[in-house]
């Protein structure tokens, strides 16, 4: 690579972290930039999965003081995601690369709808439950469940995971948007995390543009996490359904 090919991938990681910790598309940002400076996909897919963990970790600590209001969900959050990125990992180098990518732009479609859709969703609920029933602040079953599934994605491919986490934790939790958004970085960090470890031993990297991915990643990890406390809910939410609409028209184009 040359020096302008570094700067761009550095670039690169820059926007991607900051979209990690704020509308939650990073890789949609990034993976198009390795394939385009010729790394074979499915190099440039696990390399970008292992160079934006600076991302998550940067954007978590930045939330940590969101992230201690609700410890046991934190906590449950990170097993369910980490455990389901196995298989996304797996599926991954075992599949081929055609397999999911049909159905994931509309899968993101629909995810958006439902973040777009979740005040709603969310007033319809309260109002079906009693007075004295207290806010969700605990995953349910179901919840977990789709979490975990949400993990697997994040595990195979990841665009748009964290828009898909908005939408299951914001449905499943009475939280307000700020912890939720912290929740989904730190999801997206345990999938790449787990899934980053297999690819280090199984699967081909670009060691180069790991490295300049990091660089860049942990930087706008750190600063989007600052960014998106500071946003409104209401125009975070816009922006989430934005970005995610935008991740799928891409990906169907």
């Known amino acids: 690579m040359t020096g302008t090919e570094h700067l761009i991938i550095i670039a690169a990681g820059l926007g991607a972290g900051l979209l990690t910790s704020t509308v939650g598309v990073a890789s949609l ?9 010729g790394i074979p996909p499915v190099v440039a897919n696990a390399s970008n999965t292992v160079g934006l963990i600076p991302a998550g970790l940067g954007g978590s600590l930045g939330y940590r003081r ?7 969900v934190t906590w449950l959050v990170v097993a369910t995601c980490a455990i389901g990125s196995i298989g996304g990992a797996v599926l991954l180098l075992a599949l081929p690369s055609g397999v999911f990518e049909a159905i994931v ?18 007033k319809w609920l309260r109002s079906r ?19 975990a599934l949400t993990g697997v994605y994040g595990g195979y491919f990841g665009a748009g995971s964290g828009v898909m986490m908005m939408a299951v934790l914001g449905l499943g ?8 958004n912290a929740l989904k970085t730190l999801a997206v960090l345990a ?8 690819f280090v031993f199984v699967a081909d990297l670009d060691y180069t543009a790991v490295g300049l991915l990091a660089i860049g990643s942990v930087v706008g990890g750190y600063a989007g996490a600052h960014i998106g406390r500071v946003l409104p809910p209401t125009l975070l939410r816009i922006l989430i359904v934005l970005a995610g609409i935008i991740a799928a028209v891409t990906m169907l184009t």
């Open 173 to 180: 939790l009475d939280l307000e948007l700020r912890i939720v």
């Open 29 to 37: 940002v990034s993976f198009p930039v390795l394939v385009a400076l």
């Open 105 to 122: 732009p509309w899968l993101i479609l629909f995810t958006c709808l439902i973040v777009g859709a979740t005040p709603t969703i969310s």
């Open 129 to 147: 439950r009693p007075d004295e029933v207290a806010p969700r602040t605990k995953m349910s079953p179901l919840t977990t469940f789709f979490a």
């Open 191 to 198: 999938a790449n995390v787990v899934a980053g470890l297999i």
């Open 66 to 72: 969101e992230l201690r209001e609700q410890p046991a």
